[in-house]
């Protein structure tokens, strides 16, 4: 079965007070959004290097209580940043406040900047995924410890197209695989995913595709769409928070749907 299109925001958390953020994620709500997500990052990605900013997940934290519909989660945390096992509990804590509406979004990181800063080891890029893949398994055997447990299968996403490790892990661990490009780089990601898939003795259409988006979705979203992207995010920054692509996207996906 098709699965239906869903609209997702990057509520990118630079270069704004949090009251910007906050109202943002509601006006988000308000016009139809599926998902909300924010980053695992401690300074911005673009402009200002050193500008305003604001820490990942006490946002979830506050965004589970300041919404009632829209599913929340990171695009993606960093699997560095924070002990597998607390992780979890995090995201099972974050889960009950929200009434199941949490998604598991996890990376193995790549911004140099917040590792030097907040003092974790940077490594190679190989050494960051070889823990992320060892991370994936222990989040899973502690969410099934927890008391009280959550609320529902919480979903996982993976994001990165790395095409030997990053893919492999989706096709083991993930229900949701975010990744970036013109449709052609998805292609051919897709492809490679399925044989992960068929590697690992797992069916393919149980991973939703996700993807982040740019431009008219009239004329991108249908290609994607062709290649089994269910999932279309809009990234936006401050201190402006323009969300009319966002509007255009839930337009288009409104359309498709009914």
Not at 26 to 44: I, K, M, S
Request: include cysteine; charged fraction near 25%; glycine fraction near 12%.
């Amino acid at each position: 079965m098709t699965r239906p299109v869903r609209i997702g925001l990057q509520l990118q958390p630079q270069h704004a007070d949090y009251k910007a953020i906050r109202e943002t994620a509601a006006r988000a709500e308000e016009l139809g959004a599926d998902v909300v997500f924010n980053w695992d990052h401690f300074f911005p990605l673009y402009g200002d290097p050193d500008g305003l900013h604001y820490e990942c997940w006490t946002m979830l934290g506050a965004w589970a209580e300041a919404t009632s519909r829209v599913e929340i989660g990171a695009l993606v945390t960093c699997n560095s940043y924070r002990n597998p096992e607390l992780l979890a509990d995090m995201a099972r804590t974050v889960d009950h406040i929200s009434d199941g509406r949490l998604i598991l979004g996890i990376g193995s990181g790549w911004f140099e900047k917040d590792y030097d800063e907040y003092g974790y080891e940077f490594g190679t890029a190989g050494g960051r995924l070889n823990d992320l893949a060892g991370a994936l398994p222990r989040i899973e055997s502690r969410l099934d410890k927890l008391n009280p447990a959550p609320t529902r299968h919480i979903p996982v996403l993976i994001g990165g197209g790395g095409e030997k490790k990053t893919l492999r892990l989706v096709a083991k661990h993930a229900d949701i695989w975010h990744g970036f490009g013109d449709p052609e780089v998805v292609e051919r990601k897709v492809g490679i995913l399925k044989q992960h898939c068929a590697d690992v003795g797992r069916d393919a259409s149980e991973i939703e595709i996700s993807t982040g988006v740019q431009g008219e979705p009239a004329e991108l979203g249908p290609k994607l769409r062709e290649l089994g992207v269910s999932l279309f995010t809009v990234g936006v920054g401050g201190p402006d928070y323009d969300l009319s692509a966002l509007q255009k996207w839930i337009s288009w996906r409104d359309a498709q749907n009914s």
